[in-house]
């Protein structure tokens, strides 16, 4: 009976833990992302980075047009570990905002990397990292170090960097008969392109590690199915997207 209830205080206590982080996240996103009109946790993308999971949350005006992508980042080179934020990014990679989500660095001098503490997070706002050199200034970057916190200063760049890094393998959102041409990944026949345009709104093309073959995410409610039975696609996020196998683009098997 004991190791029951200890257990059920565990789960207790890790569920109230878990709604304080994502509550935060949220604020992080609201925090970091252009103005915005859709839900950004209903979108969500998942990457895989140096063993770890990453989410990134595309922000859409009122026309559904990408504004940006709150992107989740991390270093695991700061002073006290870990260093994870949430980096927004404008549609043409320029920082908006970035939001510190998580540190262990030291009160008074690395924990400065809190926008409440110190403005040294302000300097990366409205840069844009194809031409600002995310490293600090002593290894030949753009990055003014806060005093006595260069290790906290390189690793909160690291993570802006890697947040960048993610971006530039998003590829732009893609709209059904609207004029907009696909952006393919130059694996793709023009049969596929045609399909692409004749069935369903597709919304994404990405090509994940150790995928073969590149997918074409669609929104919940008008996914692609096989004739006789689901090809096998996978679902993302919240149920708000699918990721459609090349081969079932090729091969015409869709039931609408």
Same mark, same amino acid.
């Given at each position: 009976?004991?190791?029951?209830?200890?257990?059920?205080?565990?789960?207790?206590?890790?569920?109230?833990?878990?709604?304080?982080?994502?509550?935060?996240?949220?604020?992080?996103?609201?925090?970091?992302?252009?103005?915005?009109?859709?839900?950004?946790?209903?979108?969500?993308?998942?990457?895989?980075?140096?063993?770890? &999971?990453? *989410?990134?949350?595309?922000?859409? !005006? %009122?026309?559904?047009?990408?504004?940006?992508? #709150?992107?989740?980042?991390? =270093? +695991?080179?700061?002073?006290?570990?870990?260093?994870?934020?949430?980096?927004?990014?404008?549609?043409?990679?320029?920082?908006?905002?970035?939001?510190?989500?998580?540190?262990?660095?030291?009160?008074?001098?690395?924990?400065?990397?809190?926008?409440?503490?110190?403005?040294?997070?302000?300097?990366?706002?409205?840069?844009?990292?194809? &031409?600002? *050199?995310?490293?600090?200034?002593? !290894? %030949?970057?753009?990055?003014?170090?806060?005093? #006595?916190?260069?290790?906290? =200063? +390189?690793?909160?760049?690291?993570?802006?960097?890697?947040?960048?890094?993610?971006?530039?393998?998003?590829?732009?959102?893609?709209?059904?008969?609207?004029?907009?041409?696909?952006?393919?990944?130059?694996?793709?026949?023009?049969?596929?392109?045609?399909?692409?345009?004749?069935?369903?709104?597709?919304?994404?093309?990405?090509?994940?590690?150790?995928?073969?073959?590149?997918?074409?995410?669609?929104?919940?409610?008008?996914?692609?199915? #096989?004739?006789?039975?689901?090809?096998?696609?996978?679902?993302?996020?919240?149920?708000?997207?699918?990721?459609?196998?090349?081969?079932?683009?090729?091969?015409?098997?869709?039931?609408?």
């Amino acid at each position: 009976m004991a190791g029951a209830a200890v257990g059920g205080v565990y789960l207790l206590t890790k569920e109230a833990i878990d709604q304080v982080q994502d509550a935060k996240i949220d604020a992080a996103i609201a925090a970091v992302l252009p103005k915005y009109q859709n839900s950004p946790a209903k979108e969500v993308i998942f990457r895989e980075v140096e063993g770890d &999971t990453v *989410r990134i949350y595309p922000g859409r !005006d %009122g026309a559904g047009e990408l504004v940006g992508y #709150a992107i989740e980042t991390f =270093s +695991k080179n700061g002073f006290g570990g870990r260093i994870d934020l949430m980096v927004g990014l404008r549609a043409d990679g320029a920082i908006e905002r970035v939001a510190v989500v998580g540190h262990n660095e030291t009160p008074g001098l690395g924990d400065k990397i809190e926008p409440d503490k110190s403005d040294f997070a302000l300097q990366f706002e409205g840069k844009n990292p194809a &031409t600002f *050199r995310l490293q600090v200034k002593q !290894d %030949g970057g753009d990055v003014d170090a806060i005093t #006595a916190s260069t290790i906290t =200063s +390189k690793a909160f760049s690291d993570a802006v960097q890697r947040a960048y890094d993610l971006f530039k393998t998003l590829t732009p959102a893609t709209e059904q008969k609207t004029g907009i041409e696909p952006q393919t990944t130059g694996n793709e026949s023009d049969s596929t392109i045609n399909n692409l345009l004749t069935y369903g709104s597709v919304t994404e093309f990405y090509q994940g590690a150790g995928q073969r073959e590149p997918r074409f995410c669609t929104p919940a409610g008008d996914v692609p199915h #096989a004739g006789h039975h689901h090809f096998g696609h996978q679902r993302l996020g919240y149920g708000s997207r699918h990721a459609v196998r090349l081969g079932a683009l090729e091969h015409r098997h869709f039931a609408r």
